[in-house]
């Protein structure tokens, strides 16, 4: 596609139950990261994928959150044994180039978890 | 560490005014720099970047921003600012060994 799309845009799910979260970027785009952005808040880093190796996912809340990419393509966020604190708009981003690139990121519309 | 920091939670400006949203950074060797923009219920769009040469980046809807190295800041400007222009303003940075990061991010409000 054109753009970097995620889905769900939303998903409400119960406390305890396990999420996961899907990211098609930009075709030929190399470098994938995830951010998650809380309400009011600003973009706090979760994982950076270079091709279909993460050498930074120092930004992981918990060992709870696990990521994964595939195919140098599309890339899932799993969050198990969801919490409230969980709840927040994930946004996940593509560029051509990753880690130390000059490259633009392009994000998606993101997706927004609400756990109830 | 990499860190990058936006000190005013909001910005208030009347049309047609000039504007300036602040960023300041810390990141090892040179650094490449981008300002986004979050208007509301839409993703983040890409304003502008400072990766090398003449400090004055523009970029668009008008926005340009200034490369300052040593006062390690890169601010957002625009000479005349429009009721459109609100939203949700956030500068980046990233190096050759550091990830891209984002700042808490400004809201920019221009009253007609």
Same mark, same amino acid.
């Given at each position: 596609g054109a753009g970097v799309s995620q889905s769900p845009s939303n998903k409400v799910t119960e406390k305890g139950k396990d999420v996961e979260l899907r990211c098609d970027p930009i075709s030929g785009h190399t470098a994938l990261y995830w951010y998650r952005q809380r309400l009011g808040q600003g973009l706090e880093f979760l994982i950076y994928f270079q091709g279909n190796s993460a *050498?930074?996912? %120092? #930004? &992981? *809340? %918990?060992?709870r959150f696990s990521a994964e990419r595939t195919g140098e393509s599309v890339s899932t966020l799993t969050i198990q044994r969801?919490?409230? !604190?969980? %709840?927040a708009v994930y946004l996940c981003a593509s560029s &051509? !180039? #990753?880690? #130390? #690139?000059n490259t633009e990121a392009f994000f998606g519309q993101g997706t927004r978890l609400t756990v109830v | 560490a990499q860190s990058v920091a936006q000190p005013e939670d909001q910005v208030n400006v009347a049309e047609g005014n000039p504007l300036t949203v602040k960023c300041t950074y810390s990141v090892s060797g040179n650094p490449y720099l981008f300002w986004y923009v979050q208007y509301p219920n839409r993703g983040l769009q890409f304003l502008l970047k400072y990766?090398?040469?003449?400090?004055l980046v523009k970029g668009s809807y008008g926005f340009e921003a200034e490369f300052n190295k040593s006062q390690t800041s890169f601010h957002l400007k625009k000479p005349s600012a429009l009721v459109s222009d609100s939203a949700l303003y956030f500068c980046a940075v990233s190096g050759l060994t550091d990830k891209l990061i984002f700042g808490t991010g400004t809201r920019l409000q221009v009253f007609p």
């Open positions: *050498p930074d996912k %120092s #930004g &992981l *809340p %918990s060992d969801t919490q409230q !604190e969980d %709840s &051509l !180039e #990753g880690w #130390g #690139g | 990766i090398t040469g003449d400090n």
